[in-house]
């Protein structure tokens, strides 16, 4: 019977693990796939690829049971009436209420082309089981308080950096009088950024479970690695641009920009594909988290505050990102890819560039930022930057408003499928666990 609630668990952590791929993985792309530079087929298998390999390779190998210490497992314990047994059944009903009302709003979302962040529909699922199971007190507000803030936080800081590093572009290459010959100058220092900023925070946000086991790679070392390899992309992308560009600075601006733009679409692939890869290492183990902490239950029958997250879990969450990405990602690419503001090349490495900028510096003052608000809030900067005009303001609210809703709907859902599976199901799983 148990190998049937794990089965039964392991369905639903690969149909959460399908909707992050519908969802959550498409915004790793949807620069790409805006600007044109990947079509969205090949889009899917870049982000596969990259998605799984991170998942699975370096994956988050311990994750907290309770995402982020939204709920404290040890408060159920301490219930009036309730043995150590009984809050261990708690817990399994619980995680998976929590897992299936975060995959239901990660649905509900992409149907509507709506990009949410998986993070905070899986805080809310539990949160909103944590209420219904222990009251109040079983909460982590002060935690809740950071997730709401991270609502204003990512998309602003993303926006502005975004903002910032497009006037840049604008100003140094797009509207010299001569483009071309600006690019091949100005270039090598773009890739020399994005570079180091990308292999930063995959060091910093994709390895931070690892990399305690990975001593070379720590600390002021992994930042001179990660310039040294930025160096030797400069230097790269000099030579790409200097062989695509030169003797091009007399043809009329449009030919040039035109060619300008061509030369970005590398960068904004590799962009685009290395924060599909960071995210799959620090994302996914944590979204499958859940149904880690079943399995765990299940085995041991007692609560763990930490437990290890299995290989078949994390090929589980790798297989079903990339089966969502495949059937569903489309919806979520073309909403931030091209509905926001209009994207190029140039752009999109503008967007990717602010977003993981943003995304490490707030990973090192432990701010929680989600990487969907992050991307979209830069994609939105670059809009900013041609003026007001340069926005979908429909589509904005749309996106903000569904950001508003992801905690609180996913948190009602949550409660409600708790109380529908404690009613049914306690006696079954409290004889499973007792077995």
């Known amino acids: 019977?148990?190998?049937?609630?794990?089965?039964?668990?392991?369905?639903?952590?690969?149909?959460?693990?399908?909707?992050?791929?519908?969802?959550?993985?498409?915004?790793?792309?949807?620069?790409?796939?805006?600007?044109?530079?990947?079509?969205?087929?090949?889009?899917?298998?870049?982000?596969?690829?990259?998605?799984?390999?991170?998942?699975?390779?370096?994956?988050?190998?311990?994750?907290?049971?309770?995402?982020?210490?939204?709920?404290?497992?040890?408060?159920?314990?301490?219930?009036?009436?309730?043995?150590?047994?009984?809050?261990?059944?708690?817990?399994?009903?619980?995680?998976?209420?929590?897992?299936?009302?975060?995959?239901?709003?990660?649905?509900?979302?992409?149907?509507?082309?709506?990009?949410?962040?998986?993070?905070?529909?899986?805080?809310?699922?539990?949160?909103?089981?944590?209420?219904?199971?222990?009251?109040?007190?079983?909460?982590?507000?002060?935690?809740?308080?950071?997730?709401?803030?991270?609502?204003?936080?990512?998309?602003?800081?993303?926006?502005?950096?975004?903002?910032?590093?497009?006037?840049?572009?604008?100003?140094?290459?797009?509207?010299?009088d001569k483009p071309a010959r600006a690019a091949i100058r100005h270039m090598p220092f773009i890739a020399f950024i994005l570079t180091a900023l990308v292999l930063m925070a995959t060091i910093y946000k994709g390895l931070t479970h690892v990399i305690k086991n990975i001593d070379w790679l720590s600390g002021s070392r992994a930042v001179w690695i990660s310039l040294a390899l930025a160096l030797v992309a400069a230097v790269v992308v000099r030579f790409y641009a200097r062989h695509k560009l030169q003797g091009r600075e007399n043809d009329r601006i449009g030919a040039q920009l035109e060619a300008v733009e061509k030369v970005f679409v590398p960068l904004v692939i590799i962009s685009s594909c290395s924060v599909a890869f960071a995210h799959g290492a620090n994302d996914v183990a944590n979204s499958v988290g859940p149904l880690a902490a079943i399995v765990n239950i299940l085995k041991t029958g007692a609560i763990d505050a930490k437990v290890p997250v299995p290989l078949w879990i994390l090929a589980l969450g790798g297989t079903g990102i990339v089966l969502g990405l495949a059937t569903y990602g489309y919806r979520v690419m073309m909403t931030v890819g091209t509905k926001i503001t209009e994207i190029t090349p140039s752009r999109g490495v503008a967007a990717d560039i602010a977003a993981t900028a943003t995304v490490l510096a707030c990973t090192r003052l432990s701010l929680p930022v989600s990487t969907t608000h992050t991307l979209v809030g830069a994609i939105l900067g670059i809009g900013l930057a041609r003026g007001l005009g340069g926005i979908n303001k429909k589509i904005v609210y749309s996106i903000f408003g569904s950001w508003m809703f992801t905690v609180p709907a996913a948190a009602i859902m949550s409660g409600i499928l708790y109380v529908i599976g404690k009613l049914l199901f306690f006696d079954m799983v409290s004889r499973i666990i007792g077995a």
């Open 1 to 176: 019977m148990d190998f049937l609630i794990i089965l039964f668990a392991a369905a639903l952590g690969l149909y959460m693990a399908w909707n992050i791929g519908a969802n959550d993985v498409a915004n790793s792309m949807a620069d790409a796939v805006g600007s044109r530079a990947i079509s969205i087929r090949n889009a899917v298998i870049a982000a596969g690829i990259c998605e799984f390999a991170g998942a699975v390779l370096v994956g988050a190998q311990v994750t907290e049971t309770v995402r982020t210490g939204i709920v404290d497992p040890a408060v159920l314990a301490t219930l009036p009436g309730i043995t150590p047994h009984d809050a261990a059944v708690i817990l399994v009903i619980g995680m998976t209420a929590s897992l299936l009302s975060a995959a239901f709003w990660l649905n509900f979302s992409t149907c509507f082309g709506m990009p949410v962040s998986t993070t905070h529909s899986i805080v809310g699922a539990v949160a909103g089981f944590g209420l219904v199971a222990a009251g109040w007190q079983a909460v982590n507000w002060g935690k809740m308080g950071q997730i709401v803030s991270s609502w204003f936080i990512s998309p602003v800081a993303g926006g502005i950096f975004s903002y910032i590093m497009f006037i840049y572009i604008s100003k140094a290459i797009l509207g010299s």
